[in-house]
């Protein structure tokens, strides 16, 4: 039976350190999979890394179910990134209000690309490449940059320095 697991939050260590890659998914893994999942649609979450949980590995789970009031109609179903990576990120940008678990009751104004193509591996070690556009590309970058020791903080300033010129 899936448990809720606490959430990690700043300024701990572990959300600014680059997470390890996982070797193979055993069924402890698996186990915390299913506890991630719990807890990130327990706490109305699009997606949930790891590290967010205090686990250094590079597993995020995703999901986001588009209604017809919000602004992305694309919908994300349930998908499970293990070893995620960016490989490519769109030409165009949007900037958008994101919230963080793990940055509790702030919303940042953050610049990302509209589309992303990601290569992850799945629960059975099969390798996938997806191009997600609109939302779903945010909610994966968000993530990814948690599995790569970034937080919505860290990328907010990275963005300020690159408009002042710094």
């Not at 967010?52 to 588009?66: C, F, N, P, R, T």
């Not at 940008?93 to 104004?109: A, H, M, N, R, T």
Request: charged letters at 30%; a negative charge; proline letters at 7%.
């Amino acid at each position: 039976m899936p448990q809720t697991l606490k959430i990690v939050t700043d300024p701990n260590p572990i959300l600014h350190k680059k997470a390890r890659d996982v070797k193979s998914v055993t069924p402890d893994i698996l186990s915390i999979i299913d506890d991630m999942v719990k807890t990130m649609r327990e706490k109305d979450g699009m997606g949930l890394a790891a590290v967010q949980v205090g686990l250094d590995m590079k597993i995020a789970v995703v999901e986001y179910k588009s209604t017809d009031n919000n602004d992305w109609p694309t919908p994300l179903p349930l998908t499970i990134l293990v070893n995620p990576k960016i490989i490519s990120l769109g030409d165009v940008c949007d900037e958008q209000e994101e919230g963080c678990l793990s940055v509790p009751d702030k919303q940042i104004k953050i610049i990302r690309p509209l589309e992303a193509t990601i290569l992850y591996y799945d629960t059975q070690g099969r390798r996938h490449r997806i191009g997600a556009k609109g939302m779903p590309a945010r909610i994966m970058q968000h993530e990814i940059d948690h599995l790569n020791g970034i937080l919505i903080t860290d990328r907010w300033a990275i963005q300020q320095k690159e408009v002042d010129g710094k």
